[in-house]
């Protein structure tokens, strides 16, 4: 973020009041819904969901891993609406016959977020020339700096989730004919990942529930290293159709409900007998190695948390407060 | 010799990048970095920091002050290293793989993982102002920079180079060579070498003999003429450093990379002692197929009387004792004296002193005239007569009661030539003598700059025996000392050995400029004198290979692990295999053989024939004689010592004297 000091001035000199201000969830991808209204679903493996044991499979001989990172932080007010500087991060690191990972695809973009209106021409210019990208949130008419807040956050997750199918889309076509490719999230997002035979969506939160009745009971409670009948999902934001199915990484006796239950995305295909069994063993050998101490280690396969870990090992250093700052943090 | 460093030296790729933390930070001496998992970087190795910027000038690099905004560079020194992965708790393991340590290590991911190196600062490009190191690439260091690193750039090149080498620096593919300065090994800015390490791997003689023949062909010529003397204390150890080793291909190739020749000696020298008989020489090199003959150490009364203090232990000398042997030693040796009571004499033996004392006795026992002679006490005389007297029976072989001396050539020591005295054989005492001798005469000839060459190295192995931190202040100990102390102001060095340094006395191995470690023991290298390296430089010393030493040398500001070439002169076990000690011969056939070492055209049978039937001392000192005069007619100067044959005079028959009267019937 070189150059973020010039344009700062600049734009506090146009009349921009000063801030730094860290809006909650602007470190990370945490607390994202699995938002999926309106998709349809049908059980396509068994007559009505059934729960499967699963035994540990080999995974591929390579593999790889796309996840994003995004982080945000307000750096002034135009009157009351914020104006954010931001930055997202995508990356794919390719595991190969030595289990270590190594990076195959990374992008990053900076970017400074405004509500629509708020940033005149002159100021748009002095941003610029810092060769950061300026991202306009739509907003209808004043809005409560809450809400311009939330209108930020959503540019900023767009601007991510586009980087990541950018960098899926770049991984699917430099693949080779064995090797898969697993997504951090969901995998319909993307019609060119969501329709390729070797592509695996992974996702940790269950914010959208696809299944209801018995059918949703057996889901949420299948034991340790079981799985689901394979479901069909159709609709929602995906628009592509994609096969499902939830798998029990640890023992959720004892915690909580989702404790080690991860729903898994592949590209819709007319057997899902015949992949599914290996897919779910290889998922549960990810198992080792631990995510921990990542506090979602439990649904967290470690080659993500990697790539996440690597992803912030290369994020701008004063976009957020250091985290061995002495300074206290302020409540607001 | 290594090339002159080029001042704008090709950018190789890093193989790590420094990093500094709060807790780990970089300060002007110690820095941290990492690198890959696969890296060639090691305890020990060397490597260079280059900061981003314009690269330093020449000036620069000579030390000179810089404003501090330049591109420094650092020169480091690896001495810890860590390795660590992502892993909060061990627990965390141990859950993922469900308590199975085969899971785990078939994991399909494995960790990331650290390896994060401590490096001791070398050197700082500009040296002032010092500043803590920059974050900037990390690079294996060359040749260039290993000579930029140790400093030795100052001695290396220039119109007067004084670098000796001594070993390899070996790491990451690098062998580049590593060299000490000769003012500082030799005098006279410091001086003197040390070596420790546990017996049999440290390779502390090889290492020796290896710097001794590196020393004698890289000696600079304007720094004059050097010789060695090795005590060789121990079994066949320094016995036949004029014989050719083995030597691989590998010890050719770094002995080609160091620009040492590996030959033998072409100069040495082996002295040692008679045993018992006189004859036969107390050494393990007494093969009849060895060219270099062992050519005797034997001292008379005026060679020991000098250092009666060795020999004599505390009860023996006391003020009076002192004084008379002061006078001995000044008025009566060497000189022609009156005893007082009317007797000439003329001591240069201890069968001279011994006639002395006699006349004494007897004179002032006739002269009725007390018990006081020239203010000594009879009695004192007395005592000091039955200490000196048994002098020749504690030391027989190496002093002689009345035969000449066989000495080291004093005031002809010769360039390049390692002079080797055996003593491993000998009793404690004698050794105390030879090394008491040995090391005053050098000092005295040194000091009068009359030794023959400008420099001498003495090898004395064992300093633990020799110079132990604790017990008696022995003479041996003080001439140790003495060498260490005020030696190299003349030429004078030590090159001292030991398993255990912790235990040699602090001045000796304190005064030694070069410190050399082999293999150490582990108890050895928890005492004190080794707090200041790191964990890992210990281990490494703990488990350091055959042929790898770490040595410190006031040019470099951190020990340095070298490798060195074995030695190319024949090992003292293999020696004795290949050529075996002869046994001792009967006492004519060792005269023979001793005089046929001098002249090969003598025949055994007429050096017999000539000394049948003589007294065995007469015989020794006509060899003595024949052995210092070195005449062309052996033989002929043998016959002439041993004087004329006096013929034995038959008995008379005595005729029988009849009784004056008869007794014609004696009843008893």
């Known amino acids: ?46 007559e009505e969901l059934r729960v499967h044991p699963v035994a540990l499979e080999p995974s591929p001989a390579t593999v790889g ?112 004919e064995t090797e898969w490719l697993v997504v951090d999230g969901q995998l319909a997002v993307s019609a060119v990942l969501a329709r390729h035979p070797r592509a695996l969506g992974v996702i940790k939160s269950h914010g959208a529930q696809f299944l209801e009745g018995r059918h949703l009971e057996r889901a949420l409670t299948v034991p340790a290293a079981h799985r689901t009948s394979v479901f069909r999902v159709r609709g929602g934001h995906g628009r592509t159709e994609v096969d499902s199915w939830y798998l029990r990484l640890w023992p959720w006796e004892g915690r909580d409900l989702y404790y080690g239950l991860i729903r898994i995305e592949i590209a819709a295909a007319p057997d899902p007998g015949a992949r599914v069994p290996g897919i779910s063993g290889w998922l549960l050998a990810e198992r080792a190695t631990l995510a921990a101490p990542d506090a979602r280690f439990d649904r967290l396969l470690y080659p993500i948390h990697d790539v996440e870990t690597y992803l912030r090992s290369r994020a701008p250093r004063d976009l957020l407060a250091p985290p061995a700052s002495r300074l206290p943090r302020t409540g607001t | ?107 399909p991911t494995a960790r990331a993982e650290i390896r994060l190196w401590t490096a001791a600062v070398l050197r700082q490009i500009p040296e002032e102002p010092l500043q803590p190191v920059p974050l900037g690439d990390v690079h294996m260091a060359s040749d260039a920079d290993v000579a930029q690193a140790l ?52 390779t502390k003689t090889s290492a020796i003999e290896f710097l001794l023949g590196a020393l004698f062909q890289h000696f600079p010529p304007h720094r004059g003429k050097i010789a060695a003397v090795c005590f060789n204390v121990k079994g066949p150890d320094l016995l036949f450093l004029d014989q050719p080793g083995a030597l691989e291909e590998e010890d050719r190739r770094r002995y080609d990379r160091l620009g040492v020749d590996p030959v033998p000696f072409d100069r040495v020298r082996f002295f040692a002692p008679f045993k018992a008989d006189g004859v036969n020489l107390n050494t393990l090199r007494t093969h009849g197929d060895l060219a270099g003959a062992v050519e005797p150490l034997v001292w008379g009364l005026t060679e020991v009387l000098d250092f009666a203090e060795v020999l004599l232990n505390r009860d023996d000398i006391d003020a009076k004792a002192d004084a008379f042997i002061d006078f001995l030693a000044d008025r009566v040796v060497r000189r022609d004296f009156e005893d007082g009571f009317g007797g000439q004499h003329r001591v240069e033996t201890f069968a001279d002193l011994e006639r002395l004392f006699r006349g004494i006795f007897d004179g ?59 003593v491993a054989n000998v009793d404690p005492l004698g050794q105390d003598l030879v090394f008491a001798r040995v090391v005053s005469k050098l000092r005295e000839h040194l000091e009068r700059r009359d030794l023959g060459v400008d420099a001498v190295a003495v090898f004395v192995d064992e300093l633990n025996k020799y110079a132990p931190a604790d017990g008696a202040d022995t003479y041996v100990k003080k001439m140790l000392l003495d060498i260490s102390e005020r030696g190299r102001y003349l030429g004078l060095s030590l090159f001292g050995a030991e398993q255990f340094r912790s235990q040699v006395h602090r001045r000796v191995v304190g005064n030694a400029a070069t410190q050399v470690f082999g293999r150490m023991d582990g108890d050895e290298l928890a005492t004190p004198g080794y707090q200041v390296l790191s964990p890992a430089t210990k281990i490494k010393l703990a488990t350091l290979p055959v042929g790898e030493l770490m040595v410190r040398h006031p040019h470099f500001t951190q020990p340095i692990f070298v490798r060195f070439p074995r030695p190319p002169v024949l090992r003292g076990r293999d020696g004795v295999e290949r050529y075996p000690p002869a046994q001792d011969l009967p006492f004519e056939d060792a005269v023979a053989r001793q005089l046929t070492r001098l002249d090969p055209g003598v025949r055994p049978n007429e050096v017999k024939d000539l000394i049948a039937g003589r007294e065995e001392a007469d015989v020794r000192r006509a060899l003595g004689a024949v052995r210092r005069e070195r005449p062309a007619d052996l033989l002929a100067t043998l016959r002439k010592r041993l004087g004329g044959r006096v013929a034995p005079e038959a008995a008379r028959d005595r005729a029988a004297v009849p009784p004056l009267t008869s007794i014609p019937e004696e009843p008893y």
């Not at chain 1, 990053?108 to 950061?132: C, Y």
């Not at chain 2, 062998?175 to 070498?193: K, Q």
Request: charged content about 25%.
């Open chain 1, 1 to 46: 973020m070189s150059g973020r000091r010039d344009w700062l001035t600049a734009l506090y000199a146009a009349g921009i009041t000063p801030a730094s201000f860290l809006p909650d969830a602007s470190v990370g991808r945490l607390g994202e819904p699995d938002d999926e209204t309106g998709a349809a679903v049908e059980l396509i493996e068994d």
């Open chain 1, 65 to 176: 891993f796309l996840d994003g990172i995004q982080q945000w932080r307000v750096v002034g007010y135009d009157g009351v609406q914020p104006i954010a500087v931001a930055y997202v991060a995508a990356a794919v690191r390719r595991r190969g016959r030595d289990g270590r990972l190594r990076t195959a695809h990374w992008e990053a973009r900076e970017l400074v977020v405004a509500p629509a209106g708020t940033l005149d021409e002159a100021r748009r210019r002095a941003i610029a020339e810092t060769g950061l990208e300026v991202v306009t949130a739509e907003v209808e008419g004043p809005v409560q700096p809450g809400q311009a807040l939330e209108a930020l956050r959503r540019e900023v997750h767009r601007a991510r989730q586009g980087l990541e199918r950018e960098l899926g889309r770049r991984a699917i076509d430099g693949m080779g």
């Open chain 2, 1 to 107: 010799m290594i090339e002159r460093p080029s001042p704008h030296p090709a950018d190789p790729v890093p193989i790590g990048r420094v990093v500094a933390t709060e807790q780990k930070p970089a300060t002007p001496h110690q820095f941290h970095f990492w690198t890959a998992k696969e890296t060639s970087v090691g305890i020990g190795a060397i490597v260079k920091v280059q900061e981003p910027g314009p690269v330093q000038g020449e000036a620069g690099r000579a030390g000179g002050r810089g404003k501090g905004d330049e591109g420094r560079v650092v020169y480091g020194v690896v001495t810890d290293g860590f390795a660590y992965s992502d892993l909060a708790s061990p627990l965390h393991d141990v859950i993922g793989a469900e308590g199975d340590p085969a899971r785990a290590a078939g994991a």
């Open chain 2, 151 to 202: 400093r030795m750039d100052a001695y290396l090149h220039g119109a007067r180079p004084t670098a000796i080498p001594i070993g390899l620096y070996t790491s990451g593919g690098l062998e580049s060579p590593v060299y000490l300065d000769a003012d500082f090994l030799v005098g006279p800015e410091a001086a003197h070498l040390n070596i420790s390490g546990v017996s049999g791997l440290a």
């Open chain 2, 364 to 422: 002032l026992e006739n002269a009725g005239r007390g018990d006081i002679w020239r203010t000594h006490h009879i009695a004192t005389i007395r005592k000091v007569r039955n200490r000196l007297g048994n002098v020749s029976t504690r030391c027989k072989g190496l002093v002689t009661d009345d035969g000449p001396s066989s000495d080291l050539p004093w005031g002809r020591l010769e360039d390049r030539a390692v002079y080797v005295i055996d």
